[in-house]
């Protein structure tokens, strides 16, 4: 590792994470985590190994990509692709043992046979207007065609809730009851889902009638609330915190500005960090004068422009220096990181040195956490998108 910028993966708080929100679970349901986008970022192989430690072996992605990536390292884990597919996906899907969603009638009967067979969900449009389908009609002749084959198995029927995390949750409600009718009538045809599904992190904390058989759970997992106005999950803890080094620290005199566009002007003698990370590493842009960083126990203002692989920041009588590592965004930096400790410490030693003390700092009790939820509402966002677009250039540093 040389330049200064790295994520922490805590698979710690990734376990405390799961059990929390099994607990919550009604009884007899189980829990789905959805993974896709390199599981939000955090590095898909390590968090699906840690849910198998965990008990949980059923897993949601976005794309057939994402799951043979998956079932590459993992040949029993139970992964359902969400995003519609093409006829020869589908084949791929079932030579791989990849669950997936049927969203249209009409490319059923375009899927030629299939050389294993392939288990699909139904997915049920109540309300979203994204994927799906609308009409109860359309869903037992879609159910009736897989019946037909001998090639596909029906593994469940699922919905996805536009607003389980809104202040009235009567749009939620109503997406139930239609979800029900789905149900009804596909049982009135003499098919019985094995599996239903619609909650997502938001119903798992809101509402056990929402579980039904399975929730399909994101964010929670890694340690947010879809709303913490809403839906206040303090018990949940950051699985990923970003840290940057300190590259120089100079001194600003009144009248000169920081930054590209010359947007900050310095109005008094101040002391100004440049830390590495920018928006090419993910730092939102929209935190331009307006983010905070973590340093020596105090939160501190991001000055003049975001730029692409560095950010300023005011230190004025703070004591630090080039090398001490600050937070981004998560769990303080320890102590140790201080002193210039970056540029004391070999390229080749310093990722067991962060697994190491940042081991150690986790057990000497709690610390302060910069929160995502904050910034993200600084930079006019969701924690989800800055989880995800934390790049691959940044390295990933698993701890336990």
Request: some cysteine.
């Amino acid at each position: 590792m040389y330049r200064p910028l790295f994520a922490v993966i805590d698979l710690a708080h990734l376990s405390h994470n799961i059990q929390v929100l099994k607990r919550k679970l009604r009884p007899g349901a189980t829990l789905m985590v959805a993974v896709k986008a390199d599981a939000y970022g955090h590095g898909v192989r390590p968090v699906v190994s840690r849910l198998a430690r965990e008990g949980v072996r059923d897993v949601a992605v976005a794309s057939l990509e994402e799951a043979l990536e998956i079932r590459a390292f993992d040949r029993d884990v139970n992964i359902l692709v969400l995003g519609a597919l093409t006829s020869d996906a589908c084949v791929a899907a079932a030579e791989a043992g990849v669950e997936i969603a049927l969203t249209h009638l009409s490319p059923i009967g375009e899927i030629p046979r299939l050389p294993k067979r392939l288990r699909v969900h139904l997915p049920l449009d109540t309300g979203m207007n994204r994927l799906g389908v609308k009409r109860v009609e359309e869903a037992v002749a879609l159910a009736r065609a897989v019946a037909q084959r001998e090639d596909m198995e029906l593994a469940g029927v699922g919905t996805h809730l536009a607003a389980a995390d809104a202040v009235h949750p009567s749009h939620a409600a109503a997406q139930i009851e239609r979800l029900a009718a789905f149900v009804q009538a596909l049982e009135e045809a003499g098919i019985r889902p094995p599996r239903i599904h619609a909650g997502n992190s938001a119903a798992l904390l809101r509402d056990p009638a929402w579980h039904f058989d399975m929730v399909r759970v994101g964010i929670a997992a890694y340690g947010y609330s879809p709303d913490p106005a809403v839906l206040p999950s303090p018990w949940l803890r950051p699985v990923m915190s970003l840290y940057a080094g300190v590259l120089r620290v100079a001194e600003a005199r009144p009248g000169e500005t920081v930054g590209y566009g010359a947007t900050f002007e310095v109005a008094r003698p101040m002391a100004v960090a440049t830390v590495a990370g920018g928006y090419a590493d993910g730092v939102p842009r929209h935190l331009s004068n307006a983010g905070e960083v973590l340093m020596r126990g105090e939160l501190r203002p991001v000055v003049g422009r975001v730029c692409m692989d560095q950010l300023m920041v005011d230190v004025t009588d703070l004591d630090v220096r080039a090398g001490d590592v600050v937070t981004l965004f998560g769990y303080e930096a320890p102590d140790a990181w201080r002193d210039g400790w970056w540029g004391r410490i070999p390229a080749g030693e310093r990722m067991a040195r962060v697994q190491e003390s940042y081991r150690i700092a986790s057990n000497q009790g709690e610390r302060r956490v910069l929160s995502l939820d904050r910034l993200a509402e600084r930079a006019q966002t969701i924690p989800y998108e800055i989880l995800c677009r934390v790049h691959r250039r940044v390295p990933r540093i698993v701890c336990d």
